[in-house]
């Protein structure tokens, strides 16, 4: 029998998030990212759930070739732009579009045979600085740019590192307008961006984690009024029940002692299946329709939660650790970290289960591919 621990993904939640998207920037041509293999929902199963968009964007060449071999015709965009001049061959042969971050970047496109043009993206450094031209070389770079036979079209592109908060956006805005030249289209909005600053939307927008249904500020109620729905959801199971006395010690180190005489559920989930080996007593768990808390540290295969106000808890009981009923925000908030790296860091070992309606009925299938 195999182990319980597994994510569900929702493909239909996931076509839902990009409706939701396409219609807060309406007028916007729609990137979906998709890098970190779908952001750790596994891209080769939930990409045609996104067929709608207008082009999907990610780091990784090989998946990039995988998209076309799978069958997308659509725009594919490197977001980090290509590593190795002899790269610009692959982009030439799969119809990539690149960013472009560096000279040495335009000489390997310049100096290739190439028979037909490559689109680019010229990124310009804002201020997060990390990749891309600073303000002051930008509109050198754009001429560069526009006198290359090897490039086609050219959209300028740039990161906000706080349109979450709000932070430093004016001036980063400002900076951008004053770079920038009026006859190329532009590509700004990121998925904190999209949803709260809509005078960023401009040619071309790139939702990244709201696709997933998660915050990009990691607190989940900046995003509950947009009707955004997660599309994983990790459950498990209860594995035992044991009754801790008042001042026994649970789990490796000691970590917790207990303040009260007490049922403790034993869950298969731990650090080896993507559970945060870091996460604290208190971090929340919904066991059985009810949320409780973890005790004790997180073990390589197992984790334990508080059951002692649960008494319908027992072997089996269905425990979920984020997901439809608790926000993958709200587990990282506990954890101080964010829901990005959460999805990410799910081990190759937990079952997927890709579920989809199709006419009115509901479809699973446990793929181990994704």
Known sequence: MSRPAKISINLDALSHNLSVIKSKAQGSKVWSVVK???YGHGLSCVWPALSHTDGFALIELDKAIMLREQGWVGPILLLE??????????LERYSLTTVVHA????????????????NIYLKLNSGMNRLGYRPEDYQQAIQRAKGITNIGSIVQMSHFANADTGLNMATQKQIIDSSMVNDLPRCLANSAAILFEPQTHHSWVRPGIILYGVSPSGVWQDIADFDLQPVMTFNSEVLAIQSVKKGEQIGYGSRYTAQ???RIAVVACGYADGYPRHAPDGTPVIVKGHK?????????????IDVTDLPDVEH??????WGNQLPVDEVALACGTIGYELLCAIAPR???EVTINVANSTFSDLNESC
């Open 350 to 352: 937990v079952a997927v």
């Open 260 to 262: 009260r005489d007490m």
């Open 316 to 321: 089996g009981s269905p425990v979920e650790l």
């Open 81 to 90: 732009g290509f590593f190795k001049p002899d790269d610009v061959y692959l």
């Open 36 to 38: 970190a293999d779908a």
């Open 292 to 304: 409780t808390q973890l005790v004790g540290r997180i073990s390589m295969d197992m984790l334990t």
């Open 103 to 118: 000279d040495w970047q335009f000489e390997a496109i310049e100096q290739a045979q190439l028979e037909r043009p490559i």
